[in-house]
Every structure is written in structure tokens, then in C-alpha cells.
């Protein structure tokens, strides 16, 4: 294990399980997807880049490769550990992102793999109040949103370019407005399963939540709404 499991998170299978019930293992494993083209496109070349909940580093290769200034943040030890042996280029710092404070400000800032979802109101504000805090009053924010009805329309699978199979096998409600999601990994060698509470968010609500932490969507940078970039509101 590595920490204290949140309540709601487990995961299963061989290897460290980080306190969101995500195996490390895994995520060393699972391909790149479109992130970092919707990435590059969105921001201007070379940015300083501060990834938030950059798990093993799967995106922040590619954005190192791709010439950004990456400083990568993850609560996990083993998380960080993966980052340092693939992406000897970006600078890491392990710290949980409620409470990250860092002396400088950076380009952009990215909340990524749905992380703006989790259930709990004061820990995602807390989540954004990081983002505002560390970008630059004329940088931006990205943030990676759940596609509409991706609570009802499961169980669904997808291949990932790491050759797994990705399955959602449930998303149950527990109250508050939130659902335990069970989510399960199939490589042909190993399985992996992961259990977690996510809160789904209307684009009102998104909206909302943004301005509170002094934040207001810039665009819309994906047909199906999940990858935002949003600004600093005092610009």
C-alpha cells in the first residue's frame, strides 16, 4: 500500500495501491492516449507546466518530449518514483495537491484524469484553489472533465494503446449525489481492479465551482467537453 486508503477507494491486484485505490503497476502500463496533442494544441509552446496528480508519468513524457517545462506532482512515493526512472526531464515533487505550495507560479497548470470528480466538495475546491494559486495571472488552466452519461452508460470497455482492456464494470450511487465506480484492468498476463467515488457534474455546476476558486472557462477544447481550459477570473 501507499498511504492511508481514502474512504470509499480499493483497488486489487499485485504491486503498491496507491490511497485512491490506483495500482502503480497499471499505470506504468497503460498507453498514451490524445492527452498531450489536446495539450499542445491548447497552450503555447514551451510552457512551464505543472501537472497535478501525474500518476507514473504516462502523459508527462510525452509533454517533456514535446518541449514543455514540466514540474509533476503526486501524493504517491512509488507514483513519483515511475516519473523519475521514465521522465528523467521533468521535475517531481511529491506532496498531496490540497496542500501543495510551491514559491513559484507557472504557464499552465493541469488537473487531469478526472480529478475535479471526486466526491468530496471541500477537497475539489481545494483542488482548483491549487490550480488558481499556482498559475500566472495571464496562464491557464486545464482540466479534464467525465463525458456526459458516463455514469449510465455502463458496463463499457475500451482498448487502451498499452494493450489492456479498460472496463467500467458499475457506477452505483452511495448517497450525496456521489457513485462508487468499480473499474477493472485486463492485460493478458495480469488483472487489476479499482474501486472509487466520483461525483458527476453538470456543466453548470463545473462553471460554478470554477468561479469560486477564481477561475471561468476559457473554451471548450474537445467535441464531448472533456478536456476545459480555463483562466484566472482578475485577468
Same mark, same amino acid.
Given at each position: 500500500?501507499?498511504?492511508?486508503?481514502?474512504?470509499?477507494?480499493?483497488?486489487?491486484?499485485?504491486?503498491?495501491?496507491?490511497?485512491?485505490?490506483?495500482?502503480?503497476?497499471?499505470?506504468?502500463?497503460?498507453?498514451?492516449?490524445?492527452?498531450?496533442?489536446?495539450?499542445?494544441?491548447?497552450?503555447?509552446?514551451?510552457?512551464?507546466?505543472?501537472?497535478?496528480?501525474?500518476?507514473?508519468?504516462?502523459?508527462?513524457?510525452?509533454?517533456?518530449?514535446?518541449?514543455?517545462?514540466?514540474?509533476?506532482?503526486?501524493?504517491?512515493?512509488?507514483?513519483?518514483?515511475?516519473?523519475?526512472?521514465?521522465? =528523467? $526531464?521533468?521535475? +517531481? /515533487? !511529491?506532496?498531496?495537491?490540497?496542500?501543495?505550495?510551491? #514559491?513559484?507560479?507557472?504557464? *499552465? @497548470?493541469?488537473?487531469?484524469?478526472?480529478?475535479?470528480?471526486?466526491?468530496?466538495?471541500?477537497?475539489?475546491?481545494?483542488?482548483?484553489?491549487?490550480?488558481?494559486?499556482?498559475?500566472?495571472?495571464?496562464?491557464?488552466?486545464?482540466?479534464?472533465?467525465?463525458?456526459?452519461?458516463?455514469?449510465?452508460?455502463?458496463?463499457?470497455?475500451?482498448?487502451? =494503446? $498499452?494493450?489492456? +482492456? /479498460? !472496463?467500467?464494470?458499475?457506477?452505483?450511487?452511495?448517497? #450525496?449525489?456521489?457513485?462508487? *465506480? @468499480?473499474?477493472?484492468?485486463?492485460?493478458?498476463?495480469?488483472?487489476?481492479?479499482?474501486?472509487?467515488?466520483?461525483?458527476?457534474?453538470?456543466?453548470?455546476?463545473?462553471?460554478?465551482?470554477?468561479?469560486?476558486?477564481?477561475?471561468?472557462?476559457?473554451?471548450?477544447?474537445?467535441?464531448?467537453?472533456?478536456?476545459?481550459?480555463?483562466?484566472?477570473?482578475?485577468?
Amino acid at each position: 500500500m501507499s498511504g492511508r486508503m481514502r474512504e470509499g477507494h480499493q483497488g486489487t491486484g499485485p504491486g503498491a495501491i496507491t490511497p485512491d485505490g490506483c495500482a502503480v503497476e497499471v499505470y506504468r502500463r497503460l498507453g498514451v492516449g490524445r492527452e498531450p496533442d489536446v495539450i499542445e494544441a491548447a497552450v503555447p509552446t514551451g510552457a512551464s507546466l505543472l501537472e497535478l496528480g501525474c500518476g507514473a508519468g504516462r502523459v508527462t513524457g510525452p509533454l517533456v518530449e514535446r518541449g514543455f517545462a514540466v514540474t509533476a506532482v503526486d501524493e504517491s512515493a512509488e507514483m513519483i518514483d515511475a516519473v523519475r526512472e521514465r521522465v =528523467p $526531464g521533468a521535475q +517531481t /515533487v !511529491r506532496s498531496p495537491i490540497e496542500s501543495l505550495r510551491l #514559491d513559484r507560479r507557472f504557464d *499552465v @497548470v493541469m488537473l487531469a484524469s478526472f480529478l475535479v470528480h471526486t466526491a468530496e466538495h471541500d477537497t475539489r475546491q481545494s483542488f482548483l484553489e491549487a490550480c488558481r494559486r499556482h498559475v500566472r495571472d495571464d496562464g491557464h488552466v486545464l482540466i479534464q472533465r467525465e463525458g456526459e452519461r458516463w455514469h449510465q452508460e455502463v458496463p463499457r470497455e475500451r482498448e487502451d =494503446p $498499452g494493450g489492456c +482492456t /479498460v !472496463r467500467i464494470v458499475s457506477a452505483d450511487p452511495v448517497g #450525496d449525489g456521489v457513485n462508487s *465506480v @468499480v473499474a477493472e484492468y485486463l492485460f493478458p498476463d495480469l488483472r487489476w481492479t479499482q474501486t472509487f467515488r466520483s461525483r458527476p457534474l453538470s456543466k453548470e455546476e463545473f462553471e460554478r465551482y470554477l468561479g469560486e476558486a477564481g477561475l471561468e472557462v476559457d473554451a471548450y477544447l474537445t467535441d464531448d467537453g472533456t478536456w476545459v481550459r480555463a483562466r484566472p477570473m482578475s485577468r
